[in-house]
């Protein structure tokens, strides 16, 4: 008995098994039904980028509305969390965009 991969999951799960128990995704040598899989694993890694995007952006935001709360620049410790903040969500949502083309390539 050895332990492979689900391919609609990706956890491990015993050669033997009929089904995943986690997404119980019956295993068969159907290449129709792999596809399949494949597609959705691909769906939930994009949907997870996507997410990750908005929360970068939403950082970003975030840091720039309490850099300048009030309508004037921040002093004390909302400047350096204001711009540490956009500094931060700025890069992530770059990465992130670099992430979601790399993905769209490789399909």
Not at 17 to 40: G, K, M, V, W, Y
Not at 45 to 57: G, K
Request: charged content about 20%.
């Amino acid at each position: 008995m050895a332990l492979i991969h689900c391919p609609a999951c990706a956890k491990r799960i015993s050669d033997k098994a009929p089904f995943c128990p986690h997404c119980q995704f019956a295993r068969t040598d159907d290449p129709e039904s792999l596809e399949r899989a494949n597609r959705i694993r691909q769906i939930k890694h994009n949907q997870s980028l996507m997410t990750q995007s908005f929360l970068a952006l939403f950082a970003f935001v975030g840091g720039f509305g309490l850099w300048w709360w009030g309508g004037e620049a921040a002093d004390g410790w909302r400047a350096p969390v204001g711009i540490g903040l956009m500094s931060l969500g700025f890069v992530a949502y770059l990465v992130t965009r670099v992430r979601i083309l790399l993905a769209k390539r490789s399909k």
